[in-house]
RNA sequence: GCCGGCUUAGCUCAGUGGUAGAGCAGCGGUUUUGUAAACCGCUGGUCGUCGGUUCAAAUCCGACAGCCGGCUCCA
C-alpha cells in the first residue's frame, strides 16, 4: 500500500485537518481521513453542523498546525494499547476501524503534536511540509459508505506541494464549471428541465433537438449497415410482461408506481382499501396494470416471440431509440446525465449460443466507432459481474457463469484496459460497460453491452436449429450512446458547447456589413440551405463587430461577412471558429467545403 | 432517500425589517455600420410556494417544492 509522495501529502493534509478540528471541536468523533484522486477528506461526527463559513477558521488552524512544524511519528502499539486509548477518549468510531484490521497485523499510530490517529501510514516528515491546502465543501456521507449507518460530516480539501500549483488547479475547476453542461445548456438553448413538467423530464429545445436527430440519423446509418432492424414500441405496458421480466418484482422501487385503471381505483375506494391494499394487491397480481417502461427488452422479446424462429433468420437483431422512464431518487438527479425519462439507443440481438462472441464483437466495434466519431478518447471500459453475495439477480448460476466467460473473452480481445467489477451486472446478465468522465470527474456510464441467458428463458423464446428442434437464443442488449440524454451532456462538455459541423444546430451564419447587403446574404443563405446546410442572416442592423461577438458567442462554426467587396465578386469573408479571419473566398467554394465537412462528420 | 447550502426580471447578479435595483436580452426609435459590445427610450418581478412573527417581511421563523455539492442508489 504504498502512497505516492503527492498520496502522502494530501494524507498528512487530512491529519492536520483532524487536529485543526479536534483543536475547535473537541467533542469531535472521527472516522477516516484518506488521500483521494484530487485531494484528500475527513469525516466527523459532531453536533456543530459545518458550513463553508467555518472553513477560514479550520483553514487558519491547519496553517498554525504547519507553521510548528511537527513531525509525525509512528508508533506500533499492541491491540489492547490502541483500544484503550481510543475508548478512553470517545472515539467509538476508531475502535471499530481497529477491529477491521486482521490479527497478526502490525497496528500502528502516526503522532503530530498533540494530536494521535490510528493509521497504517505514511505520511510526510512534518507538518511544515504541508503549506498549500483548501477545504473545498462540506457533504453528508455515511459511515462506511451504508446508509443504514451514522452519517457523518464529511470535509474535502486538496493539496499539492507548491502553492502555484493549487492555484492551478483551483482556477482549473472555476474553469469546468463554465464548461458545465448544465450551464452551456442554458445558454446555447439546448435543453431545458422544467420544474413544472417534472424534475429529471427533459425537454428538447430546438437547438439541442438538431444535435439529437444528426446523433440518430448516424446510428440509423450504422444500424442499416449491420443488419439492424428498427422498431417502434409503446411508453406503457401491462405489468404481467414485466413480471415475466423480472423488472417488476426486481426493480420495483425503481419504477414510477403502476397505472391502474380508474372503475378499478374506484371500486377500491368503494371498498375504503388503502393504498398498502392497493400495493398489496398489485404485488400478487390481483390487480392488473400498466407499468411505464424501465426498459425496452420485454418488447423487443414479444417482437421476436411473435412468430416462429429458424436458424437462417438468426441473429435477428432489433433496434429502437427507445423511451424508458425510472424512479431515480431525488439526490440522485443531475442536469441531462442523470435524469427520469431518457431514450436509449437501443438493440437486442438474438442470436445461437455459436454467434454470441462475434455479435458482442460487432457490438463493441460499433461502440468504439462511436466514440471515435466524436473523439472521445478517454474512457474506460468496466466488465460488470454478479456479486456473489446478493440475490438481486434472476436466472441459474449456470447460465450466469456462461455469460460471464462470454463477456470476459470479449473483453480480453479489445485493446483498453478493463476492470473486471462484482456486482456492476445488470440484473439479468453481465456487461461490459464504457464509462467516461464528466468535467467535475464525476464517472458516467455510457454504451454497454450486455450479453443474456436470461431473459430468454424466462419468456421461453426458441428458434429450430438446422436438427428440427427447439433451441433458446441467447440475447444480447446493447446500446452504444447508452442513452441519448446522458450522451448529448456528455458531449455538451465535451466539445465545450461548440459541437463539430455537422451536429452543430447552426452551421454558418451570414454577417451584412450594411442594410444593403442583406439582400446578398438572403440570396447566398438560400442556396446553402438548398444544400442541405443550417445556416441563418444576422439582419439585426449591428456594427460588424457586434455580429462576431455575437457569432463566437453562439459558437457557430462559420461567420461569413457579407460586404460590398465580397458581393461584387461573389464572395463571402471567412471567419471560421477554429481559425479566425481567413479571408475573401467564393460563396459556392465556402459551401462546398462545409458540406463536406459534414458529410464526413467533422 | 440522507446531510449541508441555495432560490430576487428571460439570463447573470446587487439588495440584513421601512414603497423592489443593475447589466445583458426583448420592444420602439436614431445610426448603415468591415472582424468580440453604436446611442436614446420603453417594457418586464404576488422576491420558489404556503403558513407564522411584526405596525411593517425579499430580509426573521416553520413546512413544502426545486436546484447545487456530496453520500447512498443506478436494470
Not at 483548501?134 to 455515511?142: D, E, H, P
Not at 456473489?388 to 480481445?413: H, I, R
Request: glycine share 8%; aromatic share 10%.
Amino acid at each position: 500500500m504504498a502512497m505516492t509522495p503527492l498520496e502522502e501529502l494530501r494524507h498528512s493534509a487530512a491529519h492536520m485537518l483532524a487536529t485543526a478540528v479536534l483543536r475547535l471541536w473537541p467533542d469531535a468523533r472521527l472516522d477516516i481521513g484518506p488521500p483521494t484522486e484530487t485531494g484528500f477528506y475527513y469525516d466527523f461526527d459532531l453536533k456543530h453542523r459545518f458550513t463553508e463559513e467555518d472553513f477560514a477558521k479550520i483553514e487558519a488552524e491547519m496553517a498554525k498546525v504547519a507553521k510548528e512544524d511537527q513531525p509525525f511519528v509512528r508508533k506500533e502499539v499492541t491491540r489492547e494499547e490502541a483500544k484503550k486509548w481510543f475508548e478512553s477518549r470517545g472515539q467509538t468510531f476508531k475502535v471499530g476501524r481497529l477491529a477491521d484490521i486482521p490479527e497478526g497485523e502490525p497496528i500502528t499510530f502516526y503522532t503530530n503534536g498533540d494530536f494521535t490517529d490510528l493509521c497504517a501510514g505514511t505520511h510526510v516528515k512534518s507538518t511544515g511540509q504541508v503549506k498549500a491546502f483548501k477545504l473545498l465543501s462540506v457533504a453528508g456521507a455515511y459511515h462506511r459508505g451504508d446508509e443504514k449507518n451514522a452519517q457523518l460530516q464529511r470535509l474535502y480539501g486538496t493539496a499539492f506541494t507548491k502553492r502555484e500549483e493549487l492555484e492551478t488547479y483551483l482556477k482549473q475547476l472555476e474553469e469546468a464549471k463554465l464548461r458545465d453542461h448544465r450551464k452551456l445548456g442554458k445558454e446555447l438553448d439546448l435543453f431545458l428541465i422544467d420544474d413544472e413538467v417534472g424534475p429529471g423530464l427533459v425537454l428538447w429545445t430546438p437547438n439541442g433537438a438538431i444535435v439529437r436527430q444528426e446523433m440518430q440519423k448516424f446510428l440509423s446509418e450504422e444500424l442499416a449497415k449491420r443488419g439492424y432492424e428498427q422498431v417502434f414500441t409503446p411508453h406503457i405496458g401491462r405489468l404481467g410482461l414485466y413480471r415475466t421480466s423480472g423488472h417488476f418484482p426486481y426493480y420495483r422501487e425503481s419504477q414510477y408506481p403502476p397505472l391502474v385503471d380508474g372503475e378499478t381505483l374506484e371500486q377500491m375506494a368503494k371498498e375504503k382499501c388503502t393504498c398498502a391494499d392497493l400495493s398489496n394487491r398489485i404485488s400478487k397480481g390481483e390487480i392488473e396494470g400498466y407499468l411505464l417502461k424501465p426498459m425496452n427488452c420485454p418488447m423487443h422479446i414479444r417482437i421476436y416471440a411473435s412468430r416462429p424462429r429458424s436458424y437462417r433468420d438468426l441473429p435477428v437483431r432489433l433496434a429502437e431509440f427507445g423511451t424508458v422512464y425510472r424512479w431515480e431518487q431525488s439526490g440522485e438527479l443531475n442536469g441531462m446525465t442523470r435524469v427520469r425519462g431518457f431514450t436509449q439507443d437501443d438493440a437486442h440481438i438474438f442470436c445461437t449460443e455459436e454467434q454470441v462472441a462475434k455479435e458482442v464483437e460487432g457490438c463493441l466495434e460499433m461502440v468504439r466507432l462511436v466514440l471515435d466519431t466524436l473523439g472521445i478518447n478517454e474512457f474506460r471500459v468496466r466488465v460488470g459481474l454478479r456479486d456473489p453475495a446478493s440475490d438481486k439477480y434472476v436466472g441459474a448460476k449456470e447460465l450466469w457463469d456462461k455469460a460471464e466467460k462470454a463477456v470476459k473473452e470479449a473483453a480480453k480481445k479489445l485493446e483498453v484496459k478493463t476492470s473486471e467489477e462484482p456486482g456492476e451486472a445488470a440484473f439479468y446478465g453481465p456487461k461490459i460497460d464504457f464509462v467516461v468522465k464528466d468535467v467535475i470527474g464525476r464517472e458516467w456510464q455510457l454504451g454497454t453491452v450486455q450479453v443474456d441467458y436470461n431473459l430468454p428463458e424466462r419468456f421461453g423464446l426458441t428458434y429450430t436449429g438446422s436438427d428440427n428442434a427447439k433451441h433458446r437464443p441467447v440475447m444480447i442488449h446493447r446500446a452504444p450512446f447508452g442513452s441519448l440524454e446522458r450522451f448529448t451532456g456528455v458531449l455538451i462538455e465535451h466539445f465545450r458547447g461548440a459541437f463539430p459541423v455537422w451536429l452543430a444546430p447552426e452551421q454558418a451564419r451570414f454577417l451584412p456589413v450594411n442594410e444593403q447587403m442583406i439582400a446578398y446574404a438572403d440570396k447566398l443563405a438560400a442556396d446553402f440551405k438548398a444544400a442541405g446546410l443550417r445556416v441563418t442572416v444576422d439582419a439585426k442592423g449591428d456594427k460588424l463587430g457586434a455580429q462576431i461577438r455575437r457569432g463566437q458567442l453562439d459558437k457557430v462554426p462559420f461567420l461569413l461577412v457579407c460586404g460590398n467587396r465580397e458581393a461584387e465578386a461573389g464572395q463571402v469573408a471567412v471567419r471560421s471558429r477554429e481559425k479566425g479571419d481567413e479571408g475573401a473566398q467564393a460563396a459556392a467554394a465556402v459551401k462546398d467545403r462545409i458540406v463536406e465537412l459534414v458529410k464526413n462528420r467533422r
